[in-house]
């Protein structure tokens, strides 16, 4: 616990400096721990030391850890998701970081419906362009929002992307860069249903950078909890 507690501090001294070199404050971020490599042991430690929001992404593993824990803590599913495992996911987790096809936010809408209940749901960009990644091209993102913001079930909280691995911040900058400005462009519609304010961007190697360039949540699992990323 005393380990934990002493990277959770460490990381939100990191965070707090990208806040200044950036002219942010840093209530504006907030922190996802990634916890799809520990159990939920684990993950109780993690809320008792005071961070209060659980990434996970597969359903079937994250579902026991979710019953072991009463719910408790607000749950992001944040990997690729597929339609079957829909229903699972509306009746536990608040935030879907991972929607990228229309067919998918359809069955979103109607699961949700089922049980009376919006869905919080960041639109995923593959910004980079990697075929290993999952997500809408930039050129398709704003025509998605303005299709999937007719859905009543669903609410676009924000965008979502992963950047590549590198060593050097520099080079991944332009990405959380171009992402931000996605975001505007879909703000400058002028819709209210397209309010979008948040941006899921940031891991563990990078999320100093995505902080300075507009991070709104941080998805956090090896610089906390251990484990990938």
């Not at 001294?13 to 942010?24: Q, V, Y």
């Not at 490599?37 to 026991?64: H, K, M, N």
Request: hydrophobic share 35%.
């Amino acid at each position: 616990m005393e380990d934990l507690r002493h990277r959770w501090n460490r990381t939100r001294e990191l965070i707090e400096a990208a806040c200044r070199r950036s002219g942010r404050d840093p209530r504006d971020v907030r922190v996802v721990a990634v916890t799809k490599y520990v159990d939920a042991d684990a993950i109780r430690e993690v809320l008792d030391v005071g961070l209060t929001d659980i990434g996970e992404s597969r359903v079937q593993e994250a579902v026991p850890k979710w019953k072991a824990l009463d719910g408790r803590g607000t749950w992001h599913f944040i990997g690729h998701l597929q339609r079957n495992k829909v229903k699972d996911v509306v009746t536990r987790f608040t935030y879907i970081h991972s929607l990228d096809r229309y067919p998918l936010a359809e069955e979103i809408n109607r699961r949700a419906r089922q049980v009376d209940r919006i869905m919080r749901c960041f639109i995923q960009v593959n910004v980079s362009g990697e075929q290993s990644k999952f997500g809408l091209p930039p050129s398709e993102v704003v025509e998605f929002a303005r299709e999937v913001a007719e859905l009543p079930y669903i609410r676009i909280e924000g965008l979502m992307t992963m950047a590549p691995r590198s060593d050097n911040s520099e080079e991944i900058r332009p990405i959380f860069r171009r992402l931000r400005e996605i975001r505007d462009e879909i703000r400058r519609l002028g819709d209210p249903k397209l309010q979008v304010p948040h941006l899921s961007m940031g891991m563990s190697q990078d999320y100093t950078v995505a902080v300075e360039e507009g991070a709104t949540w941080l998805r956090l699992g090896s610089v906390l909890v251990g484990g990938s990323r």
